[in-house]
């Protein structure tokens, strides 16, 4: 990966446990879509001053490895609001434990639907 900065807003920050990871080390894709999409729940919920649920995830790649002591920090970044719907592009990037640096481990997209206190989608209000 080449980027240098993340896009969009911090959203969250968390550390990566060994309770997370493989044998090897490595951190679980799953944990690491799991940060991603509480980031997105916050972040929406916000927009959206309200419930959100998500609809849809896409084109998710893990790019490079999320190792046990790296700090993830995960930013948002609202891509387009439809009438119900929020769409954010999401990045995951990994404070490394024993390098100085942060890499962009992961990005996707993820839609977020605003939803009335049944459940059912509802207008994503005016800013
Ligand atoms: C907290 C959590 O994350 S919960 C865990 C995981 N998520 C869930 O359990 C959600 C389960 N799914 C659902 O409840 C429903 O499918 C909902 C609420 C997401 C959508 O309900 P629907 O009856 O399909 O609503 P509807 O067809 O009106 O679509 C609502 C909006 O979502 C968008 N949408 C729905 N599915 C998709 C999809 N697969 N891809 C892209 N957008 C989608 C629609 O385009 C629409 O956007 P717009 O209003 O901005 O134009």
């Known amino acids: 990966m080449t980027e240098t900065k993340p896009r969009g807003e911090l959203t969250l920050r968390t550390l990566a446990m060994p309770g997370d990871a493989n044998p090897a080390g490595d951190i679980f894709g799953g944990w690491v879509m799991a940060q991603m999409d509480l980031a997105s729940g916050i972040r929406a919920a916000e927009r959206a001053r309200g419930r959100v649920v998500t609809a849809a995830v896409k084109e998710m790649a893990f790019e490079l490895p999320v190792k046990?002591?790296?700090?993830?920090?995960?930013?948002?970044?609202?891509?387009?609001?439809?009438?119900?719907?929020?769409?954010?592009?999401?990045?995951?990037?990994?404070?490394?434990?024993?390098?100085?640096?942060?890499?962009?481990?992961?990005?996707g997209t993820f839609i977020m639907v605003a939803l009335d206190e049944e459940g059912k989608p509802k207008a994503v209000p005016e800013e």
């Open 68 to 107: 046990i002591g790296d700090t993830l920090s995960v930013y948002t970044d609202i891509e387009r609001v439809g009438r119900t719907s929020i769409t954010l592009i999401v990045e995951a990037w990994a404070h490394r434990a024993r390098y100085a640096k942060m890499e962009k481990v992961t990005a």
